[in-house]
């Protein structure tokens, strides 16, 4: 834990070390100086909200699926996973700690895998929602945008084709399955765990069993809980294009 700590605090330092090699001090503080005290603020409010919101979504899940751990251990799996996904490239590395952190904190692999898959699906839903609201109260504006207008628009449609594929793929038993049996996938992960890459088809096909029945064990529990879950992460998405605005207005 130590370990960990001291490794995140280094990391840390090392990124604003770098920004500040980068950008220069001299500007760095000039912006600084002119800086919104009050819009700093309800940013740092918005952040705040956004990170109890989420820590809240993996509280519910979890009592969903019979996992009960101290709320505080919820607060550090998000905080954690925020920030591995801020220091990782394209937020690669966010997900997979938060999975992880579930597993070193006595939750089952498959169990965790459906928390942090519940909490994208509904997040990256409230992501598309609001985005194709965005679209249609602004479609005569792009529409009009030469060159990018066009581009835009395949955009969208792009992500919507995306999104239903991927979602398709999150929620279908064959499909995980044929992907981590590939040999693309499995020898790479034999040669990381030292194992045969057959025991490890195998501990995956293991692996998506569980998956499958904790999203099954979720959705007969209470669609209660998925309701809320969108209604949290809805909520979540648009606070996080608020903390944009807020930051374009501070200086």
């Known amino acids: 834990m130590k370990a960990r ?13 770098l920004l500040f ?9 000039a912006t600084l100086k002119n800086v919104n005290p009050l819009v700093i603020l309800l940013l740092g409010i918005t952040v705040f909200t956004i990170t109890l919101l989420d820590s809240t979504r993996t509280y519910i899940l979890s009592k969903s699926l019979g996992a009960r751990l ?9 905080i954690m996973g925020f920030y591995f996904s801020a220091v990782t490239p394209f937020a690669a590395g966010g997900q997979p700690f938060q999975i992880y952190h579930l597993v070193k904190n006595s939750v089952e692999l498959g169990k965790a895998s459906m928390i942090v898959a519940a909490k994208f699906i509904s997040s990256f ?25 066009p581009i835009i628009l395949v955009g969208v449609f792009a992500t919507l084709a995306f999104y239903f594929l991927f979602i398709t ?23 990381i765990l030292r194992k045969d890459a057959d025991v490890v088809r195998d501990s995956v096909k293991d692996k998506v069993e569980n998956y499958m029945n904790a999203f099954e064990t979720l959705w007969k ?26 930051s374009l207005i501070s200086v």
């Open 125 to 149: 839903t409230s992501a598309v929602l609001l985005g194709i609201l965005a679209f249609i109260f602004l479609f005569e504006e792009i529409k009009g945008i030469r060159l990018i207008g």
């Open 169 to 191: 793929f999150l929620l279908n038993r064959k499909w995980i399955e044929s992907f981590f049996s590939l040999k693309i996938v499995t020898v790479p992960i034999a040669f």
């Open 70 to 78: 101290p709320f505080k251990v919820y607060l550090e799996n998000t």
């Open 21 to 29: 090699s980068v950008i220069g001090s001299k500007e760095i503080f």
């Open 221 to 246: 529990s209470s669609k209660k809980v998925f309701f809320t879950i969108f209604i949290l992460s809805f909520i979540m998405i648009l606070l996080t294009q608020i903390t944009g605005f807020l």
């Open 5 to 17: 700590l001291i490794w995140t605090i280094f990391l840390g330092l090392g990124v604003i070390v």
